[in-house]
RNA sequence: GGGAGUAUAGCUCAGCCGGGAGAGCGUCCGCCUCACACGCGGGAGGUCACGGGUUCGAGCCCCGUUGCGCCCACCA
């Protein structure tokens, strides 16, 4: 018996019922198997903090899409899901939480700090995964890993093992970026730029010795607390003679020497610097050559410490203003002037970042880039669009070392221990016993924690095992695709290359697929902090997950940005329910009745054109899909189900379908819309999962002929068929429908009352035009709503009123006479001879073109001959009729 | 200061190898035609940012200009 479809498509409670179904069948397992092929995504981890939000909805989706059509083709498709503990955005979050209930870390104390964290994740981490469910993705939940279970630790501790021992990880008092606010160092990628309004200060220090004074400009004059020099450039003559002089630092009151450095921009401002090693990169390097002392001013929290004299304990902002203050009245400040400039931010917390000197990790950087380089300059990992590797390149060309340790809790911790007694450092994957040097027993573990990308860096193979050497490793690794945000390119892309090159001896993933940011309608990006963002899950629970998902897929190129509109999740559902009502539409007409495969004789032109058509949706889609046109193959399958199936093969062959008296004839176009609705399900399934599969199994239900899966997503994907190919019966289908539209069109324009029926001759001198026109009678009749048809080689007998569609390879008249106007008659002809005429002139201007015969392809000039005759041909009949009409 | 984008219908965007400008939404006209009004049929609407160039032929390729965002960058 066949299930009883709804009116309207209703992905309410289908949608899950269909992923539980999924999941028990376990269609999303993939276990090593080496008679098949693998395919390979590992998706990036969400941080457990996260919520659903339109980027994931998009990333995911993407990725959905490309392992359900390989599965489909066959390949043994693994998709490796997890998340992430994205240390510093977790901790803050449990910070606040503390926050709220009057209590700071530190008053925890580590060891129960880390306990909350682990509540946390057993309570919050599983939300976002079962968020992704929602949108139908179909990875591996048995595989379901965590940046910090077991295996993942292990790996992070190998890694670092490693690259210690190589040499490649070291611990060094180095310029690095500190946040005030999370009070961590942070990385390079992690420090954002941006442009604020602020004032250039001219300051003076006077010269020991002399009455005069050097005048400087500095954005940050707070920092004046920790100068231990001032700079001039050596070819400056204005101040050639005051190098090696002294000046007197105010308010610390201390001696600075005038130092000579190239550094030094003559042009810039007095072409005076003052320097202060410690908080500055560009600083801290000229006091390096310069042998200057670095005085650190600043506390942890971004106040001044106890170096800064009296504006000890003060914010760094409060003593800017404080400092300028002094400074004036001691009559040391020049001028204050407007200027806007790049300031650094951390990109969690926005916070200015404060450029410090610390003891951190980092992991050097030059030898390990080479292979990541190496691999995609060779191919060997292709990015897509390829215009992403400009990018690449320049970040990999300016690579600096990567500080690595943060001064938090949430986290893989260093696998570093001191001995408590000689102070000897160890670097272990596990706890030491005894210390090698002094054979004590107790040490002390480095309390930072790694970088959260540093584990993420490892995420392809570290998800499938590594560092044992497992089946999954050798049969999944190297991944094949991986589907990312151009955002995090610099955070996570880069670095799982080097990171896979380096650990595995191979590339990581052969493609990495980028996407775009989906912004508001608006075109602002969507943020928590503008409240723009619109949540899928809502979406979904109103137009349900198969509209999100076609939605934010269909209508935009790969690495663009796209917008978010209602409008387009509107337009994704109707097709939903376009399919739907079509699928409702031969299963209605299919019921009792057993469709057999009709005889080659027995598919009428139509079939064939409808199938031909379909044959070669089949391998468009199929090519788009394999170079990750994911939007152009989604377009063109909309296309062919609404606009070639549904507006024409379906009305065409609902005459035979009412017509129970020819039960070949039936049964050939029952045959072919259940093929042809097959095929187009399956192309449409990896955009539109739920749908498609709910009707694929209603149909299987209906006819149960046993050539059926379970399944739609583990049915096989349909291929390109040489039988398939009918070239002729596409042509004269498509004169068919020439005509049709013709006669539509001019009954509009003449006003013809839509139920109005009226008869209509054919008439053409070429007799195989006439025959298709006879075969296609019925159809041809319900399309253009003729209650009878005849057809001749000559126009004679045809009264003059009649209205005349001129086609390429017929015209249609249609006596009308008691309904018409014929001056309108008239002008509507005389548009179509406009029209003729320019295409004549177009045409006749390029065949005429001695060069254009001389270079353009045999082809294009024969296709231009013919499109030529037919128009000349058009013209002479609408003449013809235009000439007897107003005589 | 570098780099990579983008500019196409009223709006949002597609446009593969250079060979008669497309979609969705909106708009106008007409339809509750026995799958679907989340629908059907028919229209209107474009100097493909601007200026050069290559080519028989340019939305597409080359050079330049302008607008718009984006990324990167240690000039105080």
């Given at each position: 018996?066949?299930?009883?479809?709804?009116?309207?498509?209703?992905?309410?409670?289908?949608?899950?019922?269909?992923?539980?179904?999924?999941?028990?069948?376990?269609?999303?397992?993939?276990?090593?198997?080496?008679?098949?092929?693998?395919?390979?995504?590992?998706?990036?981890?969400?941080?457990?903090?996260?919520?659903?939000?339109?980027?994931?909805?998009?990333?995911?989706?993407?990725?959905?899409?490309?392992?359900?059509?390989?599965?489909?083709q066959g390949y043994n498709a693994l998709w490796q899901p997890?998340?992430?503990?994205?240390?510093?955005?977790?901790?803050?979050?449990?910070?606040?939480?503390?926050?709220?209930?009057?209590?700071?870390?530190?008053?925890?104390?580590?060891?129960?700090?880390?306990?909350?964290?682990?509540?946390?994740?057993?309570?919050?981490?599983?939300?976002?995964?079962?968020?992704?469910?929602?949108?139908?993705?179909?990875?591996?939940?048995?595989?379901?890993?965590?940046?910090?279970?077991?295996?993942?630790?292990?790996?992070?501790?190998?890694?670092?093992?490693?690259?210690?021992?190589?040499?490649?990880?070291?611990?060094?008092?180095?310029?690095?970026?500190?946040?005030?606010?999370?009070?961590?160092?942070?990385?390079?990628?992690?420090?954002?730029?941006?442009?604020?309004?602020?004032?250039?200060?001219?300051?003076?220090?006077?010269?020991?010795?002399?009455?005069?004074?050097?005048?400087?400009?500095?954005?940050?004059?707070?920092?004046?607390?920790?100068?231990?020099?001032?700079?001039?450039?050596?070819?400056?003559?204005?101040?050639?003679?005051?190098?090696?002089?002294?000046?007197?630092?105010?308010?610390?009151?201390?001696?600075?020497?005038?130092?000579?450095?190239?550094?030094?921009?003559?042009?810039?401002?007095?072409?005076?610097?003052?320097?202060?090693?410690?908080?500055?990169?560009?600083?801290?390097?000229?006091?390096?050559?310069?042998?200057?002392?670095?005085?650190?001013?600043?506390?942890?929290?971004?106040?001044?410490?106890?170096?800064?004299?009296?504006?000890?304990?003060?914010?760094?902002?409060?003593?800017?203003?404080?400092?300028?203050?002094?400074?004036?009245?001691?009559?040391?400040?020049?001028?204050?002037?407007?200027?806007?400039?790049?300031?650094?931010?951390?990109?969690?917390?926005?916070?200015?970042?404060?450029?410090?000197?610390?003891?951190?990790?980092?992991?050097?950087?030059?030898?390990?880039?080479?292979?990541?380089?190496?691999?995609?300059?060779?191919?060997?990992?292709?990015?897509?669009?390829?215009?992403?590797?400009?990018?690449?390149?320049?970040?990999?060309?300016?690579?600096?070392?990567?500080?690595?340790?943060?001064?938090?809790?949430?986290?893989?911790?260093?696998?570093?221990?001191?001995?408590?007694?000689?102070?000897?450092?160890?670097?272990?994957?596990?706890?030491?016993?005894?210390?090698?040097?002094?054979?004590?027993?107790?040490?002390?573990?480095?309390?930072?924690?790694?970088?959260?990308?540093?584990?993420?860096?490892?995420?392809?193979?570290?998800?499938?095992?590594?560092?044992?050497?497992?089946?999954?490793?050798?049969?999944?690794?190297?991944?094949?695709?991986?589907?990312?945000?151009?955002?995090?390119?610099?955070?996570?892309?880069?670095?799982?290359?080097?990171?896979?090159?380096?650990?595995?001896?191979?590339?990581?993933?052969?493609?990495?697929?980028?996407?775009?940011?989906?912004?508001?309608?608006?075109?602002?990006?969507?943020?928590?902090?503008?409240?723009?963002?619109?949540?899928?899950?809502?979406?979904?629970?109103?137009?349900?997950?198969?509209?999100?998902?076609?939605?934010?897929?269909?209508?935009?190129?790969?690495?663009?940005?796209?917008?978010?509109?209602?409008?387009?999740?509107?337009?994704?559902?109707?097709?939903?329910?376009?399919?739907?009502?079509?699928?409702?539409?031969?299963?209605?007409?299919?019921?009792?009745?057993?469709?057999?495969?009709?005889?080659?004789?027995?598919?009428?032109?139509?079939?064939?054109?409808?199938?031909?058509?379909?044959?070669?949706?089949?391998?468009?889609?199929?090519?788009?899909?394999?170079?990750?046109?994911?939007?152009?193959?989604?377009?063109?399958?909309?296309?062919?189900?609404?606009?070639?199936?549904?507006?024409?093969?379906?009305?065409?062959?609902?005459?035979?379908?009412?017509?129970?008296?020819?039960?070949?004839?039936?049964?050939?176009?029952?045959?072919?819309?259940?093929?042809?609705?097959?095929?187009?399900?399956?192309?449409l399934h990896p955009y539109m999962p739920f749908v498609t599969?709910?009707?694929?199994?209603?149909?299987?239900?209906?006819?149960?002929?046993?050539?059926?899966?379970?399944?739609?997503?583990?049915?096989?994907?349909?291929?390109?068929?040489?039988?398939?190919?009918?070239?002729?019966?596409?042509?004269?289908?498509?004169?068919?429908?020439?005509?049709?539209?013709?006669?539509?069109?001019?009954?509009?324009?003449?006003?013809?009352?839509?139920?109005?029926?009226?008869?209509?001759?054919?008439?053409?001198?070429?007799?195989?035009?006439?025959?298709?026109?006879?075969?296609?009678?019925?159809?041809?009749?319900?399309?253009?709503?003729?209650?009878?048809?005849?057809?001749?080689?000559?126009?004679?007998?045809?009264?003059?009123?009649?209205?005349?569609?001129?086609?390429?390879?017929?015209?249609?008249?249609?006596?009308?006479?008691?309904?018409?106007?014929?001056?309108?008659?008239?002008?509507?002809?005389?548009?179509?001879?406009?029209?003729?005429?320019?295409?004549?002139?177009?045409?006749?201007?390029?065949?005429?073109?001695?060069?254009?015969?001389?270079?353009?392809?045999?082809?294009?000039?024969?296709?231009?001959?013919?499109?030529?005759?037919?128009?000349?041909?058009?013209?002479?009949?609408?003449?013809?009729?235009?000439?007897?009409?107003?005589?």
């Amino acid at each position: 018996m066949s299930k009883e479809l709804a009116k309207t498509y209703d992905p309410k409670g289908i949608e899950d019922s269909l992923y539980k179904k999924w999941i028990e069948k376990k269609y999303f397992h993939a276990e090593p198997d080496k008679s098949k092929k693998p395919f390979t995504i590992v998706m990036p981890p969400p941080n457990i903090t996260g919520q659903l939000h339109m980027g994931h909805a998009l990333d995911n989706t993407m990725q959905d899409i490309l392992i359900r059509f390989k599965r489909m083709q066959g390949y043994n498709a693994l998709w490796q899901p997890g998340t992430d503990h994205a240390s510093i955005a977790t901790e803050v979050r449990i910070i606040d939480t503390l926050k709220a209930q009057g209590i700071s870390k530190e008053e925890l104390g580590r060891e129960k700090f880390l306990e909350k964290c682990w509540e946390w994740k057993k309570e919050y981490g599983g939300r976002i995964t079962s968020q992704l469910r929602k949108l139908g993705s179909s990875c591996d939940w048995d595989r379901e890993r965590f940046t910090m279970d077991e295996g993942c630790n292990k790996a992070v501790n190998e890694v670092f093992v490693r690259l210690y021992d190589k040499g490649l990880i070291y611990k060094g008092h180095k310029m690095i970026n500190w946040c005030p606010v999370c009070r961590t160092t942070i990385s390079d990628a992690e420090v954002l730029h941006e442009s604020q309004a602020s004032h250039l200060w001219h300051i003076k220090y006077k010269i020991i010795g002399t009455d005069d004074y050097l005048t400087f400009a500095t954005t940050r004059p707070e920092t004046m607390l920790g100068d231990t020099a001032v700079a001039v450039n050596p070819e400056d003559d204005r101040y050639k003679d005051l190098v090696g002089k002294k000046v007197m630092l105010p308010i610390m009151n201390r001696e600075m020497p005038v130092v000579a450095d190239d550094y030094v921009d003559m042009e810039f401002g007095t072409g005076v610097v003052k320097i202060t090693p410690a908080h500055d990169p560009n600083d801290f390097e000229l006091g390096k050559r310069h042998d200057l002392e670095v005085i650190n001013i600043m506390n942890d929290d971004g106040t001044i410490n106890e170096n800064g004299g009296k504006y000890a304990g003060m914010d760094r902002y409060e003593a800017r203003d404080a400092i300028v203050k002094e400074l004036d009245e001691m009559g040391l400040l020049v001028k204050i002037e407007d200027y806007t400039h790049e300031v650094g931010i951390h990109d969690r917390c926005h916070t200015t970042v404060e450029p410090l000197v610390k003891e951190q990790w980092f992991v050097r950087m030059d030898e390990l880039i080479r292979p990541a380089v190496e691999g995609v300059k060779n191919g060997e990992i292709r990015l897509v669009p390829d215009n992403m590797e400009k990018t690449y390149f320049n970040w990999t060309d300016n690579i600096r070392d990567w500080c690595i340790s943060r001064q938090l809790w949430w986290g893989h911790r260093i696998p570093a221990y001191t001995c408590s007694k000689c102070k000897e450092m160890i670097v272990s994957k596990t706890a030491p016993k005894v210390c090698p040097k002094c054979g004590h027993t107790e040490f002390e573990q480095d309390p930072d924690t790694l970088d959260t990308w540093f584990s993420s860096a490892l995420w392809p193979f570290s998800t499938l095992g590594w560092p044992e050497n497992t089946d999954e490793l050798k049969y999944f690794y190297p991944t094949d695709v991986l589907v990312t945000g151009y955002d995090i390119i610099f955070f996570w892309v880069i670095r799982m290359i080097f990171s896979g090159y380096e650990q595995m001896g191979k590339e990581p993933f052969r493609t990495v697929l980028f996407h775009g940011l989906v912004r508001d309608a608006k075109g602002q990006k969507m943020s928590k902090s503008l409240g723009n963002g619109i949540d899928p899950l809502e979406v979904i629970d109103k137009y349900g997950a198969d509209a999100l998902r076609f939605m934010l897929i269909t209508g935009n190129a790969p690495g663009n940005d796209m917008r978010f509109s209602y409008e387009k999740v509107e337009a994704a559902r109707n097709f939903a329910n376009k399919i739907w009502n079509a699928s409702r539409f031969i299963l209605l007409n299919m019921e009792g009745k057993t469709v057999k495969r009709p005889g080659d004789d027995e598919l009428a032109p139509v079939d064939r054109w409808i199938l031909s058509k379909m044959n070669r949706i089949v391998s468009d889609v199929t090519e788009n899909m394999e170079k990750y046109e994911l939007g152009v193959a989604a377009a063109k399958i909309y296309d062919f189900i609404w606009n070639e199936l549904c507006d024409w093969y379906i009305e065409m062959v609902k005459p035979r379908l009412y017509n129970s008296d020819d039960a070949v004839s039936q049964n050939a176009a029952l045959y072919t819309l259940k093929k042809v609705l097959i095929a187009s399900l399956k192309l449409l399934h990896p955009y539109m999962p739920f749908v498609t599969e709910e009707i694929y199994c209603t149909i299987k239900e209906e006819t149960s002929d046993g050539g059926m899966d379970d399944s739609i997503m583990i049915s096989k994907w349909p291929e390109y068929d040489k039988g398939l190919d009918f070239p002729r019966d596409e042509k004269s289908i498509e004169m068919i429908k020439e005509a049709v539209k013709g006669v539509r069109n001019a009954r509009s324009a003449m006003n013809v009352p839509p139920k109005k029926k009226a008869e209509a001759t054919v008439v053409s001198a070429d007799n195989e035009v006439l025959e298709s026109f006879k075969t296609g009678e019925l159809y041809f009749k319900a399309l253009i709503n003729a209650p009878e048809v005849t057809y001749s080689n000559d126009k004679s007998g045809i009264p003059d009123d009649a209205l005349s569609v001129v086609t390429g390879n017929a015209t249609v008249y249609i006596p009308l006479a008691e309904l018409t106007d014929l001056s309108e008659e008239i002008a509507r002809l005389e548009k179509e001879e406009k029209r003729l005429q320019g295409e004549l002139k177009r045409s006749n201007a390029m065949l005429s073109n001695e060069k254009f015969l001389a270079k353009a392809p045999e082809s294009k000039i024969a296709e231009e001959k013919e499109k030529l005759a037919s128009y000349e041909k058009m013209m002479e009949e609408v003449k013809e009729r235009l000439s007897s009409l107003k005589g």
